[in-house]
Structure formats: structure tokens, C-alpha cells
């Protein structure tokens, strides 16, 4: 079975600071890991992913995530965060193997932006 | 690209009535397409998979006689809430995934807010 942990339920950083959401996973295959966001009441946007590659992945609004296979994490981080990135986050993640692309989602970190 | 709008974004019903929020791909053709609940404060739970064509697999635990989900065409899908109780109040969050090769990603939908009274 797989699995997605985000240990923290908020984050709280002030605007211009640097921001890390953390994720660990656990998947039986080569993971392929996501991260979303979701603002109040809307569904959730796509941010970044991992599938292979490149262990630091970049991604929309100036996110970026770094894998890291022996630790089984998927951080989210952003060198200088913004009020606007004040949000609900996700992190999910898809076992590589066989033909579902069902995944599993952690319980959400929610980033509070402060000025 | 790859956008996918659900309709209603909010609805209240009656305790007792059927509620159908629709899911559709507007600019590609999705062959799987994927429904969670989300409860307050809490993470999306996947409801079922529907595939096109086929009978939607459904998660342990999730009733297919209360929630009848039909993907009839490669651009809709449907969710059926039938005889609707105030514990289904929810958001209700549908994802397309495109068969286009290399993309993995889900495309989610903005959410149906449902409210039963």
C-alpha cells in the first residue's frame, strides 16, 4: 500500500522568507510524487512533479520540490514566499507500477503567509 | 490546456432527494476520470475510478448503490448522490486524467459543494 505523510498541519512563515512544506512517502514501487494547492472552496492545481530525472523539480509559481530517495521525502520549498501563497497544500503520490493512476493524498499542510 | 469544470459548484437538497454533479473535460478526452470527497479540514478521499465505457470501481467502504457514478463519454462523467442525508454533505472533487502519453498528472475540477438539509 502506499502512503503520504505531511507531518505539519501549518506552516507559518513571514512574506520574503524562504518556506518548506515537508512530505515522506511510501510506495512499494519507484514513486511518482505531486504536489498541489488548494485555495478556499476551488479544487486543487497542479504545482509540480516528480516522475524521474532530476531530483529537484521546479515548478509553477516559483515552487520547487527536492526528491530524496533515502529518505523518502518529497519537500516543497520556495525561496521567498508571498502573502498570495497563503494555502491549503498536498503532497500525493502514485506507485510507478501497474496501470492505475490512483493516487494517495497526505493530509494537507496549510501555509499561513504573514507580512 | 487540460481543464476541467464541474457543475454545480454548490448545491443544497432536500434529505431524502438525488443530487447528479457533472464532471467534464473541456479540451481533451479523458479515459479515466476519478472522484474524492473531501471533509472539512481533511485530505481528498478517492470515492471511485471511472472509466469510459465501463463500471466505475469503487474505494472499500463507498456505497455504489448511493453514489452511481456514470462516465459516458470520454468528456463527462456523473456522480449521483441518491436519497441524499445530511452525512453526504461534503465537498465533491472530480480529476480527468488525459490518455495522452507522459503526463501522469491529474486535472482536477473546482469542486461541488454539496449540502444536504
Known amino acids: 500500500a502506499q502512503s503520504v505523510a505531511q507531518p505539519e498541519d501549518q506552516v507559518n512563515v513571514a512574506e520574503g522568507n524562504p518556506l518548506t512544506v515537508k512530505c515522506t512517502y511510501s510506495?512499494?514501487?519507484?514513486?511518482?510524487l505531486f504536489w498541489y494547492v488548494q485555495y478556499p472552496n476551488r479544487g486543487l492545481q497542479f504545482l509540480l512533479k516528480?516522475?524521474?530525472?532530476?531530483?529537484l523539480v521546479k515548478g509553477s509559481y516559483g515552487f520547487e520540490a527536492e526528491f530524496n530517495k533515502s529518505q523518502t521525502s518529497f519537500h516543497l520549498k520556495k525561496p521567498s514566499a508571498l502573502v498570495s501563497d497563503s494555502a491549503l497544500y498536498f503532497c500525493?503520490?502514485?506507485?510507478?507500477?501497474?496501470?492505475?493512476?490512483?493516487?494517495?493524498f497526505g493530509t494537507g499542510t496549510r501555509l499561513q503567509v504573514t507580512l | 490546456g487540460a481543464v476541467v469544470s464541474q457543475h454545480p459548484s454548490r448545491v443544497i437538497c432536500k434529505s431524502g432527494t438525488s443530487v447528479k454533479i457533472e464532471c467534464r473535460s473541456l479540451?481533451?478526452?479523458?479515459?479515466?476520470m476519478f472522484w474524492y470527497r473531501q471533509f472539512p479540514k481533511k485530505s481528498l478521499m478517492l470515492m471511485a475510478t471511472s472509466n469510459e465505457g465501463s463500471k466505475a470501481t469503487y474505494e472499500q467502504g463507498v456505497e455504489k448503490d448511493k453514489f452511481l457514478i456514470n462516465h459516458a463519454s470520454l468528456t463527462l462523467s456523473t456522480l449521483t448522490v441518491t436519497s441524499a442525508h445530511p452525512e453526504d454533505s461534503s465537498f465533491y472533487i472530480c480529476?480527468?486524467?488525459?490518455?495522452?502519453?507522459?503526463?501522469?498528472?491529474?486535472?482536477f475540477g473546482p469542486g461541488t459543494r454539496l449540502t444536504v438539509t
Open positions: 500525493a503520490v502514485r506507485d510507478s507500477t501497474g496501470t492505475a493512476s490512483k493516487l494517495t
Open positions: 480529476s480527468a486524467r488525459s490518455p495522452a502519453g507522459g503526463s501522469y498528472e491529474q486535472y
Open positions: 479540451d481533451f478526452q479523458a479515459t479515466t
Open positions: 510506495v512499494s514501487g519507484n514513486p511518482y
Open positions: 516528480y516522475i524521474t530525472g532530476d531530483n
